[in-house]
């Protein structure tokens, strides 16, 4: 990711985040002297930004012993990035440049599941990359044509069946168009039907078979959609998926809305999983690879 990219990123998220209640927040606390009814007011900022109670416990614990040789204003807002950036930071990169990859996009109805698909195609083929999308989603009416329309709108090809088709077999076509158009990211829709988690676990699991069988050679991801106004639900949604499905990492939408921004560091302390694309804008652009301290940066800037 160059300088102008991080930039435009750092930008977008400030943007966004001015809309929510912990940026304003967390701005006027900085303002005032350190003392503990600072870290009392910190710490319930960043409960009610859903961070959580635990973690908030823990940051500011982590954040008293940071400024015990420098306990000004500027030392702690740079001592509070540095804490956030480090619980929010994904252990692993997101799939090195050009490697042949099988991304299965899951997540309940009515989150921007589609949404994202379409913008995270965008985002990929503007930085070169061939891109497939897998309709899988035969469940709910209309999933394939609305993915058709995202699929068009960022320029990559779609493989899709009627309503009611078996989803492995939309992905094994998927991937034979994939292999004979020697295109290396392949990106399958779901269907989101989280009340029935066993039937959606044969089905993912009946997915997965296909595409270890059909595209040995890629990585498989499994990418979670977490609509971010929707706080601790959030966290709910993420652990009843994970009981059914290996998921790998978060894209979270609507970060520009009134969402508190928290939930990110939520997701990675109680469930250990990264966010690895925030959505920050209704433009085809505005699903950007999180960057943690960028994150920070922007929540943590002074007006």
């Known amino acids: 990711m160059n300088m102008e990219q991080k930039q435009s990123i750092f930008s977008k998220l400030k943007a966004g985040l001015q809309k929510t209640r912990v940026t304003s927040r967390l701005g006027a606390l900085f303002s005032r002297p350190l003392g503990d009814d600072f870290f009392e007011e910190l710490e319930e900022a960043l409960i009610m930004a859903d961070v959580g109670i635990a ?10 012993a940071a400024l015990k040789k ?7 807002r740079e001592a509070l990035c ?5 619980r929010m ?29 379409g913008k995270l195609a965008h985002y990929y083929s503007q930085r070169g ?14 999933a394939a044509e609305q993915l058709s329309v995202w699929a068009q709108r960022a320029g990559v090809p779609i493989v899709k069946h009627g309503e009611g088709a078996d989803p492995a077999a939309v992905v094994f ?22 009340h029935n988690k066993r039937n959606l ?4 699991e009946k997915m997965g078979r296909v595409l270890a069988r059909e595209y040995p050679d890629a ?62 804008g209704e433009g085809l652009d505005d699903l950007q690879e999180f960057d943690p301290e960028a994150f920070c940066k922007a929540l943590l800037e002074r007006e």
């Open 55 to 64: 973690a908030s416990e823990s940051i500011i614990e982590e954040l008293k």
């Open 82 to 86: 540095s804490i956030l950036a480090e």
């Open 219 to 280: 990585v498989k991801e499994t990418l979670l959609v977490l609509d971010a106004t929707t706080g601790q639900n959030g966290i709910a949604q993420a652990r009843a998926f994970a009981e059914s499905v290996p998921l790998s990492g978060i894209i979270l939408t609507k970060l520009d809305g009134t969402a508190k921004g928290g939930i990110i560091v939520a997701i990675k302390s109680e469930l250990g999983l990264p966010v690895r694309f925030v959505g920050v």
């Open 201 to 204: 676990m044969m089905e993912l």
């Open 129 to 142: 990359r061939g891109v497939l999308l897998a309709a899988a989603d035969t469940f709910r009416a209309a």
């Open 70 to 76: 420098d306990d000004s204003q500027d030392a702690a």
């Open 89 to 117: 930071r994904p252990e692993t990169a997101f799939l090195a440049e050009n490697q042949t990859a099988a991304i299965m996009i899951v997540g309940v109805n009515g989150v921007g599941k589609t949404t994202a698909i």
């Open 173 to 194: 076509d998927a991937t034979q168009s994939a292999k004979a158009k020697n295109i290396g990211l392949l990106i399958c829709d779901t269907a989101g039907r989280l």
